[in-house]
C-alpha cells in the first residue's frame, strides 16, 4: 500500500510569492495532519482534518497560511505571501480512528524562502 | 497542557552498545506513547507504540515501557548498530486531542 505523499520535496522560492503544499492521505485514513518542523521549534502541528473537515487548526501561524481538504485523497496547504521565516520542513501525516492509531508520516516538503 | 521531554542530544556510542533514550511526559488522562525514528531527508517512522500503563512496545530490538508511576517512556535497544543512525522521537497522543505532541528529538550517532 502506498503510503502518505507529498510534494514537492524541495521548494526555493523569493519572498512574497505564493507557496502551496500537497498531501495525499493514505487510502481509508481518516485523518489528515499538518506540521512544521524547525530546529528552532521542533515538530509543531498547524492543523487537522477529519473527514475532510478541519477540526484544530489552532497551530495555524497567521492568515498567511491556509489548508484545504476537498476531498479525502487529497490536502493542500498554502502560504501566501511566503515570507523567510516559513522555512522549514513541512510534513503531511494520516491515521485511521482510535485514539491510539498511530500516525504515517509523508516524507516531507522542505521550504525556503529566500 | 501536553508535553514531551527528551534528553539532548546528539548521543554518540560505539556499535553494539547499549542504548538509553530518556523520555518524560506530562498529560491529562491517559495518554497513547509513541516512538518515531527519522532518517536524514525521510519523513517520521513509527518505531513502536504503547498504549496503557506497563505496555511493553517492542520493534527491530528496540524496546520501551510505559511507565504511568515515573510518567516515562524510555527508548533502550542492547546493541545498537551503525544502521541505527537517526533522530528519535518520543511522542504522546492525548485521548481528546488527536494531534501528537513532540519531543524535541534525540539524534542518534553509531560509530563503527
Known amino acids: 500500500d502506498a503510503g502518505v505523499i507529498q510534494s514537492p520535496r524541495h521548494e526555493v522560492t523569493e519572498m512574497g510569492q505564493e507557496v502551496t503544499l500537497r498531501c495525499k492521505p493514505i487510502s481509508g485514513h481518516d485523518y489528515l495532519f499538518w506540521y512544521r518542523q524547525t530546529m528552532m521549534r521542533g515538530l509543531e502541528l498547524l492543523i487537522y482534518?477529519?473527514?475532510?473537515?478541519?477540526?484544530?487548526d489552532s497551530g495555524m501561524p497567521e492568515d498567511r497560511f491556509s489548508a484545504k481538504m476537498p476531498n479525502a485523497s487529497f490536502s493542500t496547504l498554502k502560504i501566501q505571501p511566503s515570507e523567510p521565516r516559513d522555512s522549514a520542513v513541512y510534513f503531511c501525516a494520516s491515521s485511521i480512528p482510535g485514539s491510539n492509531q498511530p500516525q504515517h508520516f509523508g516524507d516531507g516538503t522542505r521550504l525556503s524562502i529566500l | 497542557g501536553n508535553s514531551v521531554t527528551q534528553m539532548e542530544g546528539p548521543v554518540t556510542l560505539s556499535e553494539e552498545a547499549f542504548l538509553t533514550i530518556n523520555c518524560t511526559y506530562t498529560?491529562?488522562?491517559?495518554?497513547?506513547l509513541f516512538w518515531y525514528v527519522q532518517y536524514p531527508g525521510e519523513g517520521l517512522q513509527l518505531l513502536l507504540k504503547a498504549t496503557k500503563a506497563d505496555d511493553k512496545g517492542s520493534n527491530k530490538g528496540f524496546e520501551a515501557t510505559y511507565r504511568k508511576e515515573t510518567t516515562s517512556f524510555h527508548l533502550e535497544k542492547g546493541s545498537v548498530q551503525v544502521s541505527d543512525s537517526a533522530v528519535y522521537f518520543c511522542a504522546l497522543l492525548d485521548t481528546g486531542r488527536r494531534a501528537l505532541t513532540f519531543g524535541s528529538g534525540t539524534r542518534l550517532q553509531v560509530q563503527p
Open positions: 482534518f477529519n473527514n475532510n473537515v478541519p477540526i484544530d
Open positions: 498529560a491529562t488522562g491517559y495518554p497513547s
